[in-house]
């Protein structure tokens, strides 16, 4: 069936770092797929996303590219801040889900100044 | 749009008693979806309704849960009796489906601490 594997945790960085979080997934079908940030005490927050093969989503200085061959969707940022502490979870959507969604397990990212 | 909205946004409460929580998703949206989110677990789906029809269930974790769907701006979970257990943060999320690419959006969550 569908899936997500996400890098394990947690991420450790000093500010203005190079960032990645790894994400793989297994699909049958033709998904879109999603990098959700989830700051402290709140609720997920949709981050980027990218719905067809070589789609490149971004925002906030966040970047992922979907890459059909490899099955990934790595979440990239070139200069991390203290502000970018946060758990971050890649997720898949389709159609021949239901239109549920398939969650990694979340990566936590704590950066330091 | 005021985006998803939840209610309470915390809830304590004693083992054994009924828990209810409230979910008004946003407007147009056709999918609703009830997740879990623990230390332990992480983040399960629950449920989810499409046009306030309950689709898959698989996830509520037994007979003590239960979700309904009366109309397309209003959806609740019941605990009953709650359990020490259940306690973790409930998410509940909308999503117009293909005509938006999928995008779930969520509440701010509520907070359940059964002692």
């Known amino acids: 069936g569908d899936s997500v594997t996400q890098m394990e945790g947690p991420v450790t960085l000093s500010e203005e770092a190079f960032l990645t979080i790894n994400c793989t997934y297994t699909?049958?079908?033709?998904?879109?797929l999603f990098w959700y940030v989830q700051y402290p005490g709140e609720g997920l927050q949709l981050l980027l996303k990218?719905?067809?093969?070589?789609d490149k989503g971004s925002n906030k200085g966040f970047e992922a590219t979907y890459r059909k061959e490899t099955t990934s969707f790595h979440l990239e940022k070139g200069s991390v801040q203290v502000s970018d502490s946060a758990v971050y979870f890649c997720?898949?959507?389709?159609?021949?889900?239901?239109?549920?969604?398939?969650f990694g397990t979340g990566t936590s990212l704590t950066v330091i100044p | 749009d005021a985006g998803v909205i939840q209610s309470p946004r915390h809830e304590v409460t004693e083992m054994g008693q009924e828990v209810t929580l409230r979910c008004k998703p946003i407007?147009?949206?056709?999918?609703l979806f009830w997740y879990r989110q623990t230390m332990m677990r992480g983040l399960e789906l629950l449920i989810y309704?499409?046009?306030?029809?309950?689709?898959?269930d698989s996830g509520m974790p037994e007979d003590r849960f239960s979700a309904k769907m009366p109309n397309a701006s209003f959806s609740t979970l019941k605990i009953q009796p709650s359990e020490p257990r259940d306690s973790a943060v409930y998410f509940c999320?909308?999503?117009?489906?293909?005509?938006?690419?999928?995008?779930?959006?969520f509440g701010p969550g509520t907070r359940l601490t059964v002692t």
């Open positions: 309704f499409n046009n306030n029809v309950p689709i898959d």
């Open positions: 699909a049958t079908g033709y998904p879109s």
């Open positions: 997720a898949l959507g389709a159609s021949n889900t239901g239109n549920q969604f398939y």
């Open positions: 407007s147009g949206h056709d999918y």
């Open positions: 999320a909308s999503s117009p489906g293909v005509a938006g690419g999928y995008e779930q959006y």
């Open positions: 990218a719905t067809k093969a070589d």
